[in-house]
């Protein structure tokens, strides 16, 4: 399975930035698709993610501001980011879970930068 996450770039405080990650390869026994982000000088930190059912969780830092969502049939999943705020600038990377439900991702895209400037 390959990630390829991009959509990033720079948006002022308050703005909005849609993340999309495409997959592709042998998907079908992927479970959860994730978003993880890393801030300058943190640990990489799950933000949100979607399981193949639909349900959804995500990072109390994000809750009613930011939404995953997937489309099976073109293998797209993507994160509407909204009200951003500077403490979420950071490297996005998005990643799937194989065979299971909770865990550490199992494939990884190569990330996208979002810098929210004040």
């Not at 930035?17 to 026994?29: M, P, V």
């Not at 979607?50 to 939404?67: C, E």
């Not at 439900?101 to 996208?112: A, V």
Request: aromatic share 10%; hydrophobic share 35%.
């Amino acid at each position: 399975v390959q990630l390829q996450a991009f959509g990033g770039g720079l948006v002022h405080v308050g703005g909005s930035l849609r993340l999309s990650c495409a997959a592709s390869g042998s998907s079908f026994s992927i479970n959860v698709m994730t978003w993880y982000r890393q801030a300058p000088g943190k640990q990489r930190e799950l933000v949100a993610m979607i399981r193949s059912g639909g349900s959804t969780n995500y990072a109390d830092a994000v809750k009613g501001r930011f939404t995953i969502s997937r489309d099976s049939v073109k293998k797209m999943v993507y994160l509407q980011m909204n009200s951003l705020k500077p403490e979420g600038t950071a490297v996005y990377y998005c990643a799937a879970l194989q065979n299971k439900g909770w865990g550490p991702p199992d494939y990884w895209g190569q990330g996208t930068l979002v810098t929210v400037s004040s």
